[in-house]
């Protein structure tokens, strides 16, 4: 599959037996429908790299979707407080979009919130 960002392509990576497609290029993933909140609950992302988007702008960019090829335009959907990440997801697959560096950010606030969690 073509990247939603960038030139690059996509190549599939396992992490704990559930398949994602990353980029070699931006690092961006794809995520299919429920795969990216399965990925969280194993908290293990080592095997994903985890660099940081460097080419501005990619989450300003509305592409279609790598998966289905989507009716329009993929769209943000959330935005997490305290950090710059935003998820792009996909109308009709319901697939989801991390830029580069973002599962990491993502990662780190679920651990702080399952912290927290213990103490409420």
Same mark, same amino acid.
């Not at 073509?2 to 398949?19: A, F, M, S």
């Given at each position: 599959?073509?990247?939603?960002?960038?030139? #690059?392509? @996509?190549?599939?990576?396992? &992490?704990?037996?559930?398949?994602?497609?990353?980029?070699?290029?931006? =690092?961006?993933?794809?995520?299919?429908?429920?795969? @990216?909140?399965?990925?969280?609950?194993? #908290?293990?992302? =080592?095997? @994903?790299?985890?660099?940081?988007?460097?080419?501005?702008?990619?989450?300003?960019?509305?592409?279609?979707?790598?998966?289905?090829?989507? &009716?329009?335009?993929? &769209?943000?959907?959330?935005? +997490?407080?305290?950090?710059?990440?935003?998820?792009? =997801?996909?109308?009709?697959?319901?697939?989801?979009? +991390?830029? #580069?560096?973002? +599962?990491?950010?993502?990662?780190?606030?679920?651990?702080?919130?399952?912290?927290?969690?213990?103490?409420?």
């Amino acid at each position: 599959m073509e990247c939603v960002k960038c030139d #690059g392509q @996509l190549e599939r990576v396992t &992490v704990e037996e559930i398949e994602v497609d990353q980029c070699v290029t931006c =690092s961006g993933i794809w995520f299919d429908f429920g795969e @990216l909140e399965k990925i969280l609950d194993t #908290g293990s992302i =080592s095997t @994903l790299k985890n660099e940081v988007d460097n080419n501005q702008g990619h989450d300003a960019q509305k592409e279609k979707c790598p998966r289905c090829g989507g &009716v329009g335009n993929m &769209v943000q959907v959330t935005s +997490l407080k305290n950090a710059e990440v935003h998820i792009d =997801s996909c109308s009709v697959c319901y697939g989801q979009w +991390l830029d #580069g560096g973002e +599962l990491e950010e993502i990662a780190d606030q679920s651990f702080i919130a399952k912290i927290r969690g213990l103490f409420k």
